[in-house]
């Protein structure tokens, strides 16, 4: 069975960190583009950040561009989306996704990803 879980969400104060993990299980994704992805209350799901198989290429939203950071650990099948500074905003359910095909350019496009996480909840107040 393949599954995407995600880990980390909570309750924060604006310009606090959080850090959140998606572990991998059922296949190994070490080959594949992720994502991270996020729905605010009331919105349709984003895109947040995404990387490629070996980390080499990065894209992330304007919105969390110098406050966000996507990383991943293909050893233990997991990524991370580390994030500061978190403002209201930011506020949403956080959805990870695998690429439906090895060794492809990340997209930031919904279309391209197969596996999806349940999500987290990160919530910001002031």
């Known amino acids: 069975q393949v599954q995407l879980v995600e880990s980390g969400g909570g309750l924060v104060q604006a310009g606090d960190s959080l850090r959140l993990a998606c572990a991998a299980s059922?296949?190994?994704?070490?080959?594949?583009?992720m994502g991270w992805f996020r729905r605010a209350p009331g919105k349709d799901r984003e895109f947040v950040a995404a990387?490629?198989?070996?980390?080499?290429?990065?894209y992330y939203a304007d919105s969390v561009k110098g406050r966000f950071t996507i990383s991943r650990d293909n050893a233990g099948n997991t990524v991370y989306l580390q994030m500061n500074s978190l403002a209201l905003e930011d506020t949403a359910v956080y959805y990870c996704?695998?690429?439906?095909?090895?060794?492809?350019?990340?997209?930031?496009?919904?279309?391209?990803?197969?596996?999806w996480g349940q999500g987290t909840q990160v919530t910001v107040s002031s």
């Open positions: 990387i490629s198989w070996n980390g080499g290429i990065k």
């Open positions: 996704a695998a690429d439906r095909s090895s060794r492809r350019n990340p997209s930031r496009l919904q279309s391209e990803y197969e596996y």
């Open positions: 059922g296949r190994t994704f070490s080959s594949n583009a």
